[in-house]
């Protein structure tokens, strides 16, 4: 099966698999919320960041609250999300460019996000939909990134933006949103990365990748 062929139908068993998938699970009211919800994400559970954000987002209202915070006073208030000396210093140079350049208000383009520290396609990807409404491409978090060559939708080893392109250009651009959210459902539940359940998964036939760990080898 060509790779856009199995794209599309990949995409449609998963539409089936996960008819309420809709967006981020992180919670937010705002775009400055989503940015720094996302920021913590990385290598952390979004239950665990909603853990952390439901006290962090009553204390921080503004980008300039976290721009100009003590640094270890955040430090202190994100250490459960891991990494959080990197993620306070991310965090507080994102927030002190939004709050000089940008008037507080989190930047709206691919162009002017990427180029906040911290802010990669995958979290600029995750603010512009999810906080705008704006499909700009794939967000490439953990999942997406393992489950994208598993299945052979990309020859890419190890960059993500060049696993998003690939993304981008097997599957159609009014599925490109929910192509993310698909994708980390079924890496959750069925494509666990330390044991996959291919007995189980309704993409075990379209996929080169199954059966070939050894505890799920027939």
């Known amino acids: 099966m060509e790779p856009k062929d199995r794209a599309m139908e990949v995409m449609k068993r998963l539409e089936a698999q996960y008819p309420h998938v809709d967006g981020t699970v992180l919670n937010f009211e705002t775009p400055l919320d989503l940015l720094i919800a996302t920021i913590l994400s990385a290598q952390s ?9 439901q006290k962090l987002f009553k204390k ?4 300039a609250d976290y721009a100009y915070a003590s640094s270890d006073e955040l430090k202190n208030d994100i250490r459960s999300s891991g990494f959080f000396n990197r993620k306070a210093d991310a965090i507080q140079a994102s927030t002190k460019v939004i709050a000089e350049e940008y008037d507080g208000v989190v930047p709206d383009t691919m162009e002017k996000l990427i180029k906040l520290k911290g802010v990669a396609r995958k979290t600029a990807n995750i603010v512009l939909s999810g906080a705008y409404g704006k499909v700009e491409g794939i967000a490439v978090d953990t999942h997406v990134f393992r ?10 080893k190890t960059n993500r933006d060049k696993i998003e392109q690939d993304l981008m250009t097997l599957i159609p651009r009014k599925k490109w949103f929910a192509a993310n959210y698909l994708l980390i459902s079924h890496g959750r539940a069925i494509c666990n990365a330390k044991k996959p359940d291919c007995e189980n998964c309704v993409l075990s036939d379209l996929c080169p990748s199954a059966f070939t ?3 799920n080898k027939k």
Do not use: C, E, M, W
Not at 45 to 53: A, F, G, L, M, R
Not at 147 to 154: E, M, N, Q, R, V
């Open 45 to 53: 559970t979004d239950q665990q960041i909603n853990k952390v954000t």
């Open 60 to 63: 921080y209202r503004t980008a």
């Open 147 to 156: 489950l994208s060559k598993l299945l052979g939708l990309t020859q890419q």
């Open 213 to 215: 760990f050894p505890h």
